[in-house]
């Protein structure tokens, strides 16, 4: 019965070898259908082959991928002997025919490939899905490193931000779009439909890039509230029963979440671009509407906070932290008040000096601040939902993007390691019990 | 006065000091313009940056583009001491960072520029413009060819023929885009719009690609007649006052026009595929057509022949290839029926076995046959328009695509240098004086 | 306080002499605004004032409703005096320009007027709207008959069948439609964007009337099954987990579900061409579906038998229609077969027999019978949902669509008064205790 | 021979009794089909019934209309017995339910006719080609009128003005639609594609009605030039090189041709809706262009001038009047100025105060004059293509719509029978020497 229960466990981890042998042949099975794209073949039925190409990969049962993926890094890797050559060559004179010549050698046939299998209808699709997988798996096999290369370069260039078109997502969206929003929002989820329907409405806008060869899939998504004053907390924009107001009087936009959707365009950049865009055409819909502003969680805080905290000796900042373990802290006022006083400093040198690689620590203010927005305000019990309470004591930060100013501050960032953000921010995070570590 | 005309020579072809400098500034202008791209500022304000570069590019006078053009080729090129670098480093190691390091040295700084103008409206089209006057010029100024393998390589991954859109081109189509057909049309010019109008009529069809990013600018198109019989003659396909047939009762789809509208994208090839998915097309709305053929000009036959006529001493073979010379030869029945003798072997010769660099020396052929086409039938009397009768003395060719021998007939015409053709043609072929010395 | 609990109670029933008033005053400012509409001003700036005259009908607090619909009936019919007129000279002498001119007096203003209401955007909406409560209020206001019959004029011209467009709604649709579908659909009920998404899967389909002046709402809607076999019992059709089938493999249609979506437009018949059309379309895009027959409630039997039981003597079917009142009886095998005996030829009696006015008693019979459809086949224990149950025992039936012979059907309908029904209800029909009474 | 003439000229006139039977045979086989649709077949089987009708129509051969139309006439007209009871029991009392009984008797079945017709795809179509050839024939056949009034009837309910879509017309519209726009203009001809294209750029504007059962054919259509200044003269607003300018520096939008494509809609109006929707949108788009006014023709006044020549004693005036034989005489100064005196204040008399019906005698002027606009300026030597000259002496005259004044125009033209004209024009009106005359 031991024996039993070790082979279950063993069977859950690592095929048996009969298994295994399957799943190599139907690798091998699905590497033959691949490379057909190279032959002849594949360049006069390039179509039809990558047809059967596609087929062969979604019939690869699950068991069967890794040994897929290895076999793509290793069949259509560059020869690495003629690759040799090719640098002799321009080494011993840099020539455009020879750098030309390095350049066709140096790129890998599976770029070639994959431009094949894209002429049938869902190879674009096919090759995401790939990247997703390979991605997750990376750590794991690093030998697919080369195949996240080669999509990584190509989906660069194909998802290239001249070829995406923004539209307006709202309750005349078709419903297999809108139900993928649902599934892919990944900031604060979306609890059916209902909730979908109250963030479509005319107080709020939504909006997503699309690409013409996936044209019900949308690659990132941006959620907006029309608003008076810069907002402070998140549950009441999300209340499913919040009174819709007049867009018109607003004077603010808060972007209160984006969310990427496909994992395989890791890399390809869309968010800030989608910014923007979203932001100078509501400008000019809403001429009132002067501030642009993120209201965004804080997600690295506590995480950061548990590595520092034997640094600290402080005992109320101590007290403080330890509070933050009380259930139904906010429901506390002394409490709350006392832990407000020592963790909103802590949050807001966070922000602005915790540093990793000369970029901020915590990464959605890498992503904002690297973007040329400011760090405007932090905002205490702004989000009391279990995740807001665990990750970043319930607090949120508002970016806002003074699209007058986003050149300035992101020449500052790129050249000083230095980011934007308002005196009342620096002066609390001077504050702060760790600020003379820094 | 003698130098007054050397002064108006000279104008002509070198502008004088004062000029060639100002084309200079400007031309340096514009290159700063597109550094920017590169730029911080390129980074984080693209569209802006982007619309800048791409008002100076069309604001360059026509004399600046050279230098222009020579400055990119300096200016974006791969660094040669890094590259060597990187090269001499995948020498000692050809590890997977070292492959990724080189690949990324390798490519040009212009491919990151490219991509980055195209974010801004009109980038894609004014980078096509830019390929096509290289092109253009790319004899006398060797050093564009770097501009030209980035663009063609870039374009190549854009233009991927998974992102193209088959639309047909009918009399619902936006005059926008008919006005465009006239002006393009490269093989049977089309003379107005009552020409056009006859060729988009229910018994001919009319197909062409598009790209999302180019929504008004067809890539090629292709002119189909839908007929009884493979027609022999391109003048009655082409009358204006031809009488309109029923399309359900062809049998026969007659390519015979296929017009690439795009200079600046050559080498990327869309003939090919489009032929394949008109066919297929058609075959499935008209089930009775059972044939697809070109009707197709052979432009390069008279042309070999004058390279050819000193290895000829056959005197009647000499008589015939010289009457090509009589005004109005196929109105006199004795003398043309004397010459189809001579020159239809000759020409049949010509398209299956004139090869160069092991391919048809025709380019017609050489692009239907390479598609995996068969020579099928020479037609005498069959393009009695100036070109026609001066290029290839009134004859023209159909190539047919059995869709099911394709294949097969690339791989031979790749592995062996063998075209597909009929035994009748090659009968022909092998009666012509010029047979034995190939 | 007795005479407070009076006051209240009156104020329910009867709007205190000032509310009366203020609605009163409220109906005449809108009449006013309506009644512009007949003015120069409203021939002039037709859409300005048909705006103001649309504000004001919206703007009508729904206590001033009654009295506006009954100053539009006073204001806006014909005169008689000039009508009383215009007949006696037509009797004189029957002309045509006498009858021109009779048909124009004989026209109501409210005609002209609502047609100018239709040149402002919602114009259509408003008017439908105003039937919809016309309808609803025409047994206590009798003289409302009018407007209704000027609407129902105006719409079955406006709503001609010609202007329709037929359109599948699936998953693609936008959510804004979808949402209405739910709200609607008066069969089946839909119980959320789950139950939705279900009907709306690869086996089943779903189409709507839509016209092009109310492009986001439809007019009637009808849901489909694709089925082997006919079915016999509803549930199983409406199960959320019910597997999705192959719609190729199919060879029945199932029209389970029929819904007018707008009340303001009762008698501008639209189900029996959607019927056809869309077993038209179904028949072309799956030629192995040869049966189109519906899944149909018979709501009005139980109400019959409740009326007519006074004539049944027979102790056994007594019994049996008593046993509708024992909770459960569908899950009593032996107490069910004993009701089956009894209930199903009376139902079939019920269906084939019952007439009034000519016409078969029951409400969804008389459509489908009219339609040219042939009553199938009964379906004992076919909807076990509690309305179900209680309107004709849980009891459905067929109607079966044989495209050929709808026409005859229909003839015979007419010209008879004898509904198609198979030989096999016949039978069961014959059987019943009540069936020698007719 | 004479015979044989005489024969020739009866063909042409009366159909030989053979033909005029078949013509005969060939109307009742129609009218037999037309007869279905009000039939039981033609309640049930609507569209394939109104499908047969259509191409029994189609089919008519041109000799067979007249018969037709009379029979139509005559077979689908109320019937005047059951009419004439209706009126009496009208005339005894005049009760609701009379007058709707009165209502339905009086409506003629041709009417239910043409709404069953028009369940089928081109019945529209052809009923609106059913009214151009009735009205066309209306002086010789008085017993058509029926149809006529039944028919306009009809279009006006179903080309309701909210129905009907505004689009604008550019080089982006289908060849399909311009072509039309080419055949159809009826002010200023359209000389080819070339013309229409100089017509369709950026200075230049036209926008169409379309309805959506109609949706390839303009209903009607206007072209407007936006210029500085209101343009005086018709030829450089046609010219074909005319240089294009900039719209948005215009500060007039000058509307110089209207034409309404379907004669047999006359009298469904749709010019003044137009007129104003697209001064409208005009004014929001360019917020520079202030002024709206036509460049109209004057086609009544020569042949007004010369039914009251008789009137006239002044021999300067009568010498003016003569002198319009003088071929050339624009291009001679003085006499064209003395010419000038002379016939400007009649033309401004003629505009202003010659009245048919108490409305303006002139067709053009009745309409713009009628919609509320305001006679402005007349310009001479305007037009001088061979229609102006010989209509008009080659005036031309302003209609200005003052938005804001139009309704006022319009009450004072309907009450007072006076039209809105500029000072200056009434003081030329006030010295023409038939002024006296009014």
Known sequence: M??????????????????????????????????ELLSN?????????AHEALNAYHELPLSARPAFFSL??????????????????????ASLPRLTRLQEIAASPLQ?????????????????????????????????????????????????????TLQRIDWHTPAFVLEKLIEYEAVHEISGWRDLRRRL?????????????????????????????????????????????????ADTAVFYSITNCQPGL?????????????????????????????LSPIPGFTAWLARNINDIQDQPTLDAIKALNTPDW??????????????????????????????????VARFHLGNGARAERLNWVADTSPRGLKNCAGMMVNYVY????????????VREHRVAATHELRRLARHCVLAART
Not at 206 to 218: G, M, N, S, Y
């Open 2 to 35: 031991v024996a039993s229960l070790f082979n279950r466990l063993v069977r859950k981890v690592v095929p048996p070898a009969s298994e295994a042998a399957r799943a190599g042949r139907h690798a091998r099975r699905a590497i033959d259908a691949w490379r």
């Open 41 to 49: 073949r594949g360049e006069v039925s390039g179509a039809a082959v």
């Open 72 to 93: 793509i890094a290793s069949t259509f890797a560059p020869d690495p002997a003629a690759l040799r050559e090719a640098c002799e060559a321009y080494i011993a004179d």
């Open 112 to 164: 070639k490939l994959c431009q094949r299998l894209n002429q049938t209808p869902g190879g674009t699709a096919a090759l995401i899905d790939v990247r997703k997988h390979v991605l997750a798996g990376l750590a794991d096999h690093p030998d697919w490193k080369m195949i996240d290369a080669v999509l990584g370069r190509l989906f660069n260039s194909w998802f290239n931000r001249g070829f995406l």
């Open 201 to 249: 409405q005319n107080d709020r806008r939504c909006f997503a890039f699309f690409h013409p060869a996936l044209p019900d899939e949308p690659l990132i998504f941006i959620e907006v509230a029309l608003v008076k004053g810069i907002s402070s907390a998140i549950q009441p924009l999300l209340a499913l029963d919040a009174p819709v107001t007049a867009p018109e009087k």
């Open 266 to 294: 890791r890399g390809v950049s869309f968010g800030n671009l989608l910014i923007k865009q979203v932001a100078q055409k509501l400008g000019e819909e809403f001429p009132r509407i002067r501030t642009f502003t993120t």
């Open 330 to 363: 906010p429901q506390q006022p002394a409490l709350a008040a006392s832990m407000k006083a020592v963790l909103v400093p802590l949050c807001a040198h966070y922000l602005i000096n915790a540093m990793r690689d000369g970029e901020p620590a915590d990464p």
């Open 402 to 413: 003074h699209l007058d100013q986003i050149e300035n501050n992101h020449e500052v960032y």
